[in-house]
T-cell receptor, first 112, second 113 residues
């Protein structure tokens, strides 16, 4: 059974800091990994999608890496801003390609 | 290109009642999945629909059922509501299963009292 863990559960940083969010998964037989952002009480916004054959993806200030063999992914956020405050969720696609398994998220607060 | 839309946004039901939630998939997507997210938790997979048939199911009882229509929109039905069914219900659409990623809607907040 695939299990996804995210560390830390919560993080508070001053504006401008570079930060790293961690995601680990127990079964390396994944199709892809997707990072999402969720604002309180809202739906999920896709940030980055990494296919199992890829090592990293970048979008603006965000960079995500994937090490499938060790079951790890990191999301790097450069020069954090208060608008980055949200919960960040990682999810892996498994189960024949029809099921996303999510971690419980990292709640990020960026303070002025 | 329209995204995934869900209705209603909020709903309050009484224990034992039945509820139907609706989802319109993103243009070009033929697969719809439903997830349940309890407060403080990650979303949990309920089931997926492809070509109007169930294509995978998570650990949810049969009182959770769904439909997909020819235009790829979908419904989630929950019978005999329980207090623990209170959650945010998220719909996601994708093409080719999930090979190119999932697009999520804003969710329906269901409260069972």
């Amino acid at each position: 059974k695939q299990e996804v863990t995210q560390i830390p559960a919560a993080l508070s940083v001053p504006e401008g800091e570079n930060l790293v969010l961690n995601c680990s998964f127990t079964d390396s037989a994944i199709y892809n990994l997707q990072w999402f952002r969720q604002d309180p009480g809202k739906g999920l916004t896709s940030l980055l999608l990494i296919q199992s054959s890829q090592r990293e993806q970048t979008s603006g200030r965000l960079n995500a890496s994937l090490d499938k063999s060790s079951g790890r992914s990191t999301l790097y956020i450069a020069a954090s801003q208060p608008g980055d405050s949200a919960t960040y969720l990682c999810a892996v696609l498994t189960g024949g390609g029809n099921k996303l398994t999510f971690g419980t998220g990292t709640q990020l607060k960026v303070e002025l | 290109e329209t995204g995934v839309t869900q209705s209603p946004t909020h709903l309050i039901k009484t224990r034992g009642q039945q509820v139907t939630l609706r989802c319109s998939s993103q243009s070009g997507h033929n697969t719809v999945s439903w997830y349940q997210q309890a407060l403080g938790q990650g979303p949990q997979f309920i089931f997926q629909y492809y070509r109007e048939e169930e294509n995978g199911r998570g650990n949810f009882p049969p009182r959770f059922s769904g439909l997909q229509f020819p235009n790829y929109s979908s419904e989630l039905n929950v019978n005999a509501l329980e207090l623990d069914d209170s959650a945010l219900y998220l719909c996601a659409s994708s093409s080719q299963g999930g090979s190119y990623g999932y697009t999520f809607g804003s969710g329906t907040r269901l409260t069972v009292v």
